[in-house]
């Protein structure tokens, strides 16, 4: 962080959003912050605060989306 660079690999889900408050307020203060995210995946979306690189995972964004709707209807 002294760098003002920082490379984030966020975990999916409520964690996600409370690093991406602290995250926002970073990139205010002048840091350049790339976060490495799966091409498939819940919260984790782009954002004007910082640049997403994606990997590649075995399974679709359609598969996630249904995944965690039937999860809810449980």
Do not use: C, N
């Not at 990139?27 to 995210?37: D, L, P, T």
């Amino acid at each position: 962080a002294d760098g003002g660079k920082l490379l984030v690999v966020p975990q999916d889900g409520s964690h996600w959003l409370s690093m991406r408050m602290v995250l926002e307020k970073l990139w205010e203060k002048g840091h350049e912050i790339v976060a490495v995210v799966p091409d498939a995946a819940l919260l984790l979306k782009s954002s004007q605060s910082f640049t997403i690189k994606t990997y590649s995972v075995p399974y679709t964004q359609e598969f996630v989306d249904q995944y965690y709707q039937e999860l809810g209807e449980k």
